[in-house]
């Protein structure tokens, strides 16, 4: 029911809605919760595991009933607290939990069956038989429970993440934030100012109390508007403060475009904001009443009934009880009746309470049940020894209020009783750089909040350096509170009593009796059995309440009974806000050799090498399969020339006077040996002996190296170089530094490979000049360039390198020329074939796991000089005989495909783990030889070279002969690469 | 005689234009890794200054102005961004060309701060990071470079080979403005 006159919303601006089908009319400035309110609308929801019929409790969000599906389709988002969702034009929500109708739920036969669902129920029922659980029992409670679904499509939403720095975080804009951000900001600090709502104010936008002189609303909006003109604040509304972390760091989640009919960007932005110290204002949450029966639609928070009155004009009742233990309870009792609404009774638990309201009063009374299918319709009053019953269609009620301690228990803190207010307040320092002010402390007046907010931010302000002005307090009231505790108000005995504390994971007194009588009666041992206080709303309204059940059913206090903390996120946060960017090309960089281009555009597909995208095969018209592609470009290689981008390979440049005997510590070779203009293939161990990677390394002057490492171990090469400079060896002058982008490198491979560089080099080569592992500068089409005569085919080789700006250019020129003469640009796949054949090998062997002995190079170890590794590498364990060592593998008989991954078992023996050989870790079909070979790992394998062994994959089914051979198929004696 | 063509890294991906934001591709410049040799900080410092009018920069900061600038460029490195190293460097300082290795960009308007938020974890408001910072700092989940050069003017450089994804999530965090 609107009343005319109060609220902020528009009344000039009428906005269309639907709910669970039908159409209703709100305005600008509501939302659904009011929206519904205001069409007489209670019902919402069903409750989680019994179908209860559910109303809105609260105006904030801490909601536990309300929670619907907003929207359609695959954009649809389930959960959303009907008290947080602005109405917008066209807004569609979706009642949860209920089938076929929220009116008639089919399963509230839960509710029927109440007696056995109690706490502990699943546990001790659905035990047997135990094959049950998983097929029936659990598929089945799934279904039965739980609230709202994804739509399980694609979300097509966008999301952001940002970072923000300030000096004072200010959480929460309500009277203490408003005034600590003020203060703060006058003192010249850096100021975000945070608010869940989209309008600051907090709960003075739901009074009707007056300071200096303005209504509460306007003074916020002025100061709202204030601060949003200075330069040093900045004002973020709809963010929500979702965590508290190390370092003065804070999530937040911002709704952006959640309250707009047609959103552009960003639907919701999760940041991470940086401090130097937070002062947490986000206020107070009021706690319920338990009672038999208090979920009835239509029995809502005191609070929240004022809120709906003053901020949105709605009164969610025609005849409204008002129950509480406090004087601010009386407060909506008293708006209510100036507003013009009935105010059926106002039922005070206290006996010694003053309620100076206008209507009929029992003190020293309580409600202990309620009547009404779908909507109270009647309470139950206990008064004087006797019950009577009063009809109203709304019951508000007041528990006392819960300061919000929840940030200050992210980092392990827990919050301390207040006997004088009985609430947890927070502890002091519970997060470093954060103080508490206003109700988030325990302070419950406006005049209080208003304060503590000056005075908490001046500190603040002292703290950092700052002198601010003495904080002048506005002037306000100071209300009174008065608590006396009420957890329990009671109600009907037997199994059909049921007083409701956790609304939304449908925990009542009894389950929390139930737990304390099986010996669950500590309070995280309570929270687990019962699930108080596990749903998406962490017991934001019911954990004091539960645990004060708790203490009196162990006949403990509640300062000796503890409580549950709670943890990061405050309020629900998209896990798509936390991924935010990290989808399809935002998922991790990409990086482009300087090739790409003309490489996609000859259709090449291309695979991901790390980072790296290379090309599988260069297909040409009428392959149709890559291995057809993928044999030419080999048989080309072999027998004209073959181009191929080998940029992505690590490329690390050292000088300086020590260069040489770095080089030496770090390969288990030697380097200071060699001449310049030559190059070396080096092996590098890790500390434990093991081989780390491969590369070759050229010498281009007294002082000068560059170092190549493979593809996919270039960055752990860098780190493992910087480690040993640093940390190992300081004394040597040497620096390094990664040229792996500077230069676009091309291997240009096959008997004309030097007929085709001599096409576009400026200085003619030959053999003599540039002999097989020899470099130098040389100038190509007249770019400075580097030449390297080394071979990963076998072939007579050379790998030509240009500054990456003349990458794309050269690679188009080398290609065109290789075709010229009869060749081609090849891919991973064939270059993978070459390397096989000559017996080269990459990680496939080099897995971290094997050592130099192991792939037959133990005798370039070098004992004439140390280097990392060396000493391990001697372990007897590591040079033992029967260590697997690499060989080779050739099928025997005909059309047997060998397959990486499979295991060795001798000729016989059945293929079990005891009986593991060894394994294979890479496999080709070779064009050269006309069939499948591979390499592996055999245990002793050097000694058993024409052996038969058995080969079997057992992911694949494959089981096979093969013979053992030397890992070098094609020309051992490397006639070609020097030819 | 053939002659090889050059191509920019960020060639025919630029300019993008965004509200307050403006990035373009500079000229190909110049630019050399200066590492010290052990003990010749302050030998290199005063060659440089006396070659290129500008001290080694201290970490975190640069040095020089438009045209001839030296950026900190991590642990014992500094990149010299403009002029032909010279000579006289070599006596103190492995010299390495590095004009090739990056993608450089340069970033003109007053949002830009608030567009790199989406993007980087570093403060960047004006009195925590000033004209002449410069930081090796993580942009989106790319290893990066960044310098204000001036009030409004920045200087972002990327591996060349990460170009085209630098353009990818500058326009997704343009896109992120509110």
Known sequence: ?979 | MVKLIARSAALGLMPIEGDGVTIAEPHMAVLTSLAPLRGQEAALSAALESAHGMALPKPNRATGANGARALWFGRAHTLLVGPDPDASLTRFAALTDQSDAWARLMMAGPRVPEMLAYMTPLDLREASFKPGHTARTELSHMPASLTRTSAETWEVMVFRSMAQTLVHDLKQALDALP
Not at chain 1, 504 to 527: F, G, I, L
Not at chain 1, 821 to 842: H, P
Request: proline fraction near 5%; aromatic fraction near 8%.
């Open chain 1, 1 to 979: 029911m609107r009343i005319e006159g109060k609220g902020h919303i528009d009344r000039a601006q009428p906005i269309e809605f639907h709910f669970g089908g039908e159409k209703y009319s709100g305005f600008q400035g509501d939302t659904l919760a009011s929206a519904l309110l205001a069409n007489d609308v209670h019902l919402v929801g069903r409750s989680f595991k019994y179908h209860r019929p559910r109303g809105i409790l609260t105006a904030g969000s801490e909601e536990p009933n309300a929670l619907v599906t907003i929207g359609e389709g695959a954009e649809r988002e389930p959960n959303v607290r009907a008290t947080m969702q602005e109405l917008y034009a066209g807004l569609q929500a979706t009642p949860q939990n209920a089938w076929p109708s929220l009116k008639y739920d089919l399963l509230s036969m839960n509710d029927a069956l109440a007696p056995f669902l109690s706490a502990g129920f699943y546990y001790k029922t659905f035990m047997w038989p135990k094959s049950f659980w998983e097929k029936v029992y659990e598929p089945f409670i799934r279904n039965a429970a739980g609230l709202g679904a994804l739509s399980g499509a694609h979300n097509p939403d966008t999301y952001a993440r940002a970072f923000a720095h300030c000096d004072v975080l200010v959480i929460g804009g309500g009277p203490a934030g408003l005034r600590a951000a003020r203060v703060a900001a006058d003192a010249g600090l850096d100021v975000i100012l945070a608010d869940e709502g989209w309008e600051l104010g907090g709960q003075l936008l739901s009074d009707s109390a007056e300071i200096e002189g303005q209504l509460a609303g306007d003074w916020a909006a002025s100061e709202a508007q204030a601060l949003s003109e200075m330069e040093n604040v900045r004002v973020m509304t709809r963010t929500t403060i979702t965590g508290a972390y190390d370092g003065g760091t804070f999530g937040a989640i911002e709704k952006r475009g959640t309250h707009l009919a047609n959103p552009k960007g960003a639907l919701e932005c999760f940041w991470r904001i940086t401090s130097k110290r937070a002062i947490l204002c986000a206020g107070a949450l009021e706690r319920p009443i338990a009672f038999t029966d208090n979920d009835r639609p239509g029995i809502m928070n005191a609070g929240a009934v004022k809120t709906y009155l003053n901020r949105f004009g709605v009164s969610p009742g025609q005849s409204i009880a008002v129950f509480g233990n406090n004087d601010n309870a009386h407060q909506t009792a008293r708006e209510l009746i100036a507003a013009g609404v009935k105010v059926a009774a106002v039922i005070d638990s206290r006996t010694q309470a003053q309620v100076n309201v206008d209507a009929p009063v029992f003190t020293g009374s309580r409600v202990i049940g309620s009547k009404g299918r779908l909507r109270v319709r009647e309470i139950a009053i206990e008064t004087d020894g006797e019950t009577r019953s009063l009809e109203v269609d709304c019951l508000a009620v007041s528990g006392g209020w819960n300061p919000t301690v929840h940030l200050t228990c992210h980092m392990n803190a827990r919050p301390v009783w207040e006997p004088s207010i009985h609430c947890f307040v927070p502890l002091e320092g519970a997060v470093p750089g954060l103080m508490v002010a206003g109700a988030a402390a325990g302070i419950f007046s406006t005049h209080g909040c208003l304060q503590s907010g000056g005075r908490v931010a001046a500190t603040v302000a002292r703290d950092l350096g700052k002198s601010p002005e003495d904080p002048k307090t506005p002037h306000s009231q100071n209300q009174s509170y008065g608590i006396e505790p009420l957890w329990d108000a009671g109600g009907t005995k037997g199994p059909w009593g049921r007083a409701w504390l956790d609304f939304q994971n449908d925990v009542t007194t009894k389950d929390v009796r139930q737990a304390a009588k099986e010996n669950y009666a500590s309070v995280e041992h309570m929270k687990r059995y019962t699930t108080q206080g596990m749903a998406t709303d962490q017991g934001k309204n019911s954990n004091v309440g539960a645990l004060a059940i708790l203490a009196d059913a162990t006949g403990r206090g509640i300062p000796e009974t503890g409580t549950t903390t709670f943890r990061p996120p405050y309020s629900p946060v998209a896990i798509a806000a936390m991924g935010a960017g990290a989808q399809g090309k935002g998922f991790a960089p990409q990086r482009f050799t300087t090739s790409h281009t003309a490489t996609v555009a000859r259709g090449a597909p291309m695979i991901e090498a790390g980072l790296w995208y290379r090309p599988s095969f260069y297909p040409e018209v009428g392959e149709t399969h890559w291995r057809e592609s993928c044999d030419r470009e080999v048989n080309l290689v072999r027998n004209a020339v073959g181009v191929c981008d080998v940029s992505t390979l690590g490329k690390i440049d050292f000088q300086g006077p020590d260069a040489a005997s770095f080089l030496d510590f770090i390969y288990c070779n030697t380097f200071s040996t060699l001449k310049v203009g030559k190059v070396r293939y080096g092996l590098m161990l890790r500390e434990d002996g093991h081989v780390m990677d491969d590369g070759t390394i050229a010498r281009l002057g007294e002082q000068h190296y560059v170092m190549t490492t493979t593809t996919a171990a270039a960055g752990q090469v860098m780190k493992h170089l910087e480690f040993v400079h640093q940390c190992l060896r300081p004394e040597l002058d040497v620096s390094f530094i990664s040229v792996t982008e500077q230069w676009a490198q091309f291997a240009v491979a096959g008997p004309q490979s030097r007929r085709l560089l001599n096409t576009l080099l400026d200085e003619q080569i030959n053999d003599a000049d540039l002999p097989y592992m020899s470099c130098g500068e040389i100038g190509v089409s007249g770019v400075a360039g580097r030449l390297f005569r080394i071979s990963f085919s076998g072939e007579h080789a050379y790998e030509v390198a240009v500054p990456a700006r003349f990458g794309d250019s050269l690679f188009r020129l080398l290609v065109a020329q290789a075709e010229a003469l009869g060749g081609c640009a090849y891919g991973m796949e064939a270059l993978n074939v070459m390397r096989i054949e000559k017996g080269f090998i990459t990680h496939a062997e080099i897995h971290g796991r094997t050592t130099a002995f192991d792939i037959g190079m133990d005798r370039m170890v070098s004992q004439k000089k140390d280097c990392v590794g060396n000493t391990m590498s001697r372990r007897p364990g590591l040079l033992d005989d029967t260590r697997e060592q690499l060989v080779g593998f050739k099928p025997k008989g005909h059309a047997q495909k060998l397959s990486a991954g499979a295991h060795l078992y001798n000729d016989g023996a059945s293929p079990v783990a005891e009986n593991d050989q060894g394994y294979v870790t890479s496999v080709a079909y070779s064009p050269s030889l006309e069939t499948d070979i591979g390499l592996g790992f055999l245990k002793g394998g050097r000694a058993r070279i024409g052996e038969t062994m058995r080969v079997v994959d057992a992911l694949r089914g494959i089981d096979g002969i093969v013979e053992i051979c030397g890992p070098v198929f094609l020309d051992p004696e490397g006639d070609r690469l020097r030819g």
